[in-house]
T-cell receptor
Framework: GQNIDQPTEMTATEGAIVQINCTYQ??????LFWYQQHAGEAPTFLSY????GLEEKGRFSSFLSRSKGYSYLLLKELQMKDSASYLC????????????FGDGTTLTVKP | DTGVSQNPRHKITKRGQNVTFRCDPI?????LYWYRQTLGQGPEFLTY????????KSRLLSDRFSAERPKGSFSTLEIQRTEQGDSAMYLC???????????FGPGTRLTVT
């Protein structure tokens, strides 16, 4: 089966840095996505990692270690609007290129 | 708006009734997915289309669920004889070939009473 683990909840302060971890055990791997999802809304794409290392995009960075089955999302200079659920998703090695998702980490940013 | 659209946005139905949802993907995207999401969980894969062909379907999907994409553009998801356990957000996503990035629609929230 597919297993993706991420913390259920995290809290951080406005202006700070937060790291959200994701570990996975899947049958096949074609890359890893991070999505942001505000309550009641659809997930929106944040980042995609297929090779080991760090990908930086503005205030958001994502890291991947395929040998360890591990990724993290780093959010810098936190803003109140960053309060949301962050979903880690692994693209399986199937023709569909379908994704299997973790249950998400609910991040609360406090003033 | 050139994003993925879904209709209706909300649907309340009584147990035992049939419901149908529609998804219009981004026009140049030939790959289309349906997911189901319940509170506190990530999206769960239901089915996948490449053009008009349904190439993959979750084993979790009962016979009460059927999806079509007749002309390789919009797609419909039908649930027959709805049950309270079907209450969830139904998400549609699309992508183009050569890219793994999926673009999600706003979802249809189904409540079965």
């Amino acid at each position: 089966g597919q297993n993706i683990d991420q913390p259920t909840e995290m809290t951080a302060t406005e202006g700070a840095i937060v790291q959200i971890n994701c570990t996975y055990q899947t049958s096949g791997f074609n890359g890893l996505f991070w999505y942001q999802q505000h309550a009641g809304e659809a997930p929106t794409f944040l980042s995609y990692n297929v090779l080991d290392g760090l990908e930086e995009k503005g205030r958001f960075s994502s890291f991947l270690s395929r040998s360890k089955g591990y990724s993290y999302l780093l959010l810098k200079e936190l803003q109140m609007k960053d309060s949301a659920s962050y979903l880690c998703a692994v693209i399986l090695n199937t023709n569909a290129g379908k994704s299997t998702f973790g249950d998400g980490t609910t991040l609360t940013v406090k003033p | 708006d050139t994003g993925v659209s879904q209709n209706p946005r909300h649907k309340i139905t009584k147990r035992g009734q049939n419901v149908t949802f529609r998804c219009d993907p981004i026009s140049e995207h030939n790959r289309l997915y349906w997911y189901r999401q319940t509170l506190g969980q990530g999206p769960e894969f239901l089915t996948y289309f490449q053009n008009e062909a349904q190439l993959e379907k979750s084993r979790l999907l009962s016979d009460r669920f059927s999806a079509e994409r007749p002309k390789g553009s919009f797609s419909t998801l039908e649930i027959q004889r709805t049950e309270q356990g079907d209450s969830a957000m139904y998400l549609c996503a699309s992508r183009r070939g050569g890219s793994y990035e999926q673009y999600f629609g706003p979802g249809t929230r189904l409540t079965v009473t």
